[in-house]
């Protein structure tokens, strides 16, 4: 499973990309799947085992993300937290 966290702007998303990174090398900035109707084109990818700490570090940084989905068997459902 995948989080994918999608932002209002590209300069939001690479800057929550350049923190993220810097403790999780695993997440990755790809576009907007095309089944998804939401944010600027591009998502921050989290795979499942680092999604809590990465949220957690996104709030405490107070980086503004404008919504979460999980992928899970190619399906896509808006996530609530």
Do not use: W
């Not at 949220?55 to 068997?73: S, T």
């Amino acid at each position: 499973m995948e989080y994918l966290f999608t932002f209002e702007s590209s300069h939001m998303a690479i800057a929550c990309e350049r923190i993220v990174r810097k403790n999780f090398k695993k997440a990755r900035l790809i576009p907007l799947p095309p089944k998804i109707d939401a944010g600027c084109g591009l998502v921050l990818r989290v795979f499942e085992s680092d999604f809590k700490y990465v949220k957690a570090l996104i709030e405490r940084e107070e980086i503004q993300y404008e919504k979460i989905f999980l992928k899970k068997n190619n399906q896509f459902t808006e996530e609530e937290f």
